[in-house]
């Protein structure tokens, strides 16, 4: 059985996000970073508002595995009449490739539809970023289209390939 489980954050997991936050390589494809301690930290504290918040519309939980944090994953809901949210995700690269990402986008999924009761999942990821458009693939999403200059990032306009899933779809192969 599987050890990953997601949580609320807590003040004190900045350091265990500071470490993978930190590193190149996995904000390499996103808005923001590497990060600083006080980004870090920053970062949580935002999480932490945003849970306390009625309503609330953002739903970030630490990944964890044997009780230590080794990612982030969210829930944002970006649209409440029509029922859409969107879901993204992190991990520390000491876990990269054991299925864990896929492992947790099936997690949002349960979470989006049955909890949340969303209509539409949404995800984006950089066009070059293989490692997320495959999670998406695998959890059953599917590729909508090229949102070309979506999003800038360090090396320009960053073009995002969008990955959608409506709850008949998931009900369906679930
Ligand atoms: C994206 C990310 C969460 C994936 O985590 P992960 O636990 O390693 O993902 P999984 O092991 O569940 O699946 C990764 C898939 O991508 C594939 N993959 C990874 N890197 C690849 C590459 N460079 N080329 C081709 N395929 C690649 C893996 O082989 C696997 O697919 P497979 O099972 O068909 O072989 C992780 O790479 C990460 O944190 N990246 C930085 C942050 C990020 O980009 N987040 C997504 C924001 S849109």
Not at 74 to 88: C, H, M
Not at 119 to 124: D, K, N, Y
């Amino acid at each position: 059985m599987s050890s990953i489980k997601l949580r609320e954050f807590r003040t004190n997991d900045w350091e265990a996000v500071h470490r993978y936050a930190s590193l190149d390589e996995v904000c390499k494809y996103q808005p923001w970073g590497p990060n600083s301690v006080a980004d870090s930290k920053a970062y949580v504290d935002d999480i932490l508002f945003a849970s306390k918040q009625t309503p609330r519309t953002r739903f970030a939980y630490a990944i964890t595995k044997n009780n230590s944090v080794i990612g982030a994953c969210e829930v944002n809901l970006r649209n409440a009449q029509e029922k859409i949210g969107e879901l993204s995700y992190i991990l520390n690269p000491e876990w990269w490739g054991n299925g864990i990402a896929t492992e947790v986008g099936k997690m949002l999924l349960l979470f989006s539809f049955k909890d949340l009761g969303l209509h539409r999942v949404i995800g984006t990821c950089d066009e070059r970023n293989i490692a997320s458009s495959r999670v998406m693939e695998k959890i059953g999403m599917k590729k909508e289209g090229l949102l070309e200059n979506h999003l800038l990032i360090r090396d320009g306009w960053r073009n995002s390939l969008r990955y959608s899933l409506t709850y008949e779809e998931w009900a369906s192969a679930n």
